[in-house]
T-cell receptor, first 116, second 114 residues
Framework: DAGVIQSPRHEVTEMGQEVTLRCKPI?????LFWYRQTMMRGLELLIY????????DSGMPEDRFSAKMPNASFSTLKIQPSEPRDSAVYFC??????????????FGEGSWLTVV | AQSVTQLDSQVPVFEEAPVELRCNYS??????LFWYVQYPNQGLQLLLK??????LVKGINGFEAEFNKSQTSFHLRKPSVHISDTAEYFC????????????FGKGTRLHILP
């Protein structure tokens, strides 16, 4: 079975450039999540979609970050303009339905972003 | 509101020795409890979870955890660790409501010493 697929796996970009991270959730999963992981802040939930609709975007750090889910099999996380403090590992994850209620969350392998 | 505390940020242990990774949680309502593992350069994956029933939960790779409601703990144990267990381990608290946020601990790095 294919898991959560993320691209690119690694990205190095210059400050001020636009960064787009892509995600394909597990087929049949109705919920999709974007997380960010850093040494300083640990694992942070950025945004949670259910049935392609954003349910909780309270974790999106600022207006430079945006996420879309145009259909059940694709999502993007965009940073424009990027800054060095955005350097982190960004995980996409999916679940059958929701993040609570005992659902198992399946993580992708991450997109390692470095902004110089 | 829920919270989860992993008291140990790093745990060194010799190969083939037993290990316990501690997790305590706080919640005013019933919750579900999880352990996830993150191997180097990978995403998190489910190790085991407690939903209901027997308080001793067995997971993958020989790990088990015991739910203790009175002590609000969900410690993870393995009787004999292997070098391949080198990873970061995250305890998590999941609320009953589907849309409410799952709360992850800060993680415990398990270092296996030869």
């Amino acid at each position: 079975d294919a898991g959560v697929i993320q691209s690119p796996r690694h990205e190095v970009t210059e400050m001020g450039q636009e960064v787009t991270l892509r995600c394909k959730p597990i087929s049949g999963h109705n919920s999709l999540f974007w997380y960010r992981q850093t040494m300083m802040r640990g694992l942070e939930l950025l945004i949670y979609f259910n049935n392609n609709v954003p349910i909780d975007d309270s974790g999106m750090p600022e207006d430079r970050f945006s996420a879309k889910m145009p259909n059940a099999s694709f999502s993007t996380l965009k940073i424009q303009p990027s800054e060095p403090r955005d350097s982190a590992v960004y995980f996409c994850a999916s679940s059958l339905t929701g993040q609570g209620a005992g659902n198992t969350i399946y993580f992708g392998e991450g997109s390692w972003l470095t902004v110089v | 509101a829920q919270s989860v505390t992993q008291l140990d940020s790093q745990v060194p242990v010799f190969e083939e020795a037993p290990v316990e990774l501690r997790c305590n949680y706080s919640s005013s309502v019933s919750v579900y409890l999880f352990w996830y593992v993150q191997y180097p350069n990978q995403g998190l994956q489910l190790l085991l979870k407690y939903l209901s029933g027997s308080t001793l939960v067995k997971g993958i790779n020989g790990f088990e955890a015991e739910f203790n409601k009175s002590q609000t703990s969900f410690h993870l144990r393995k009787p004999s660790v292997h070098i391949s267990d080198t990873a970061e381990y995250f305890c998590a608290v999941s609320p009953m409501n589907r849309d409410d946020k799952i709360i992850f601990g800060k993680g415990t790095r398990l270092h296996i010493l030869p």
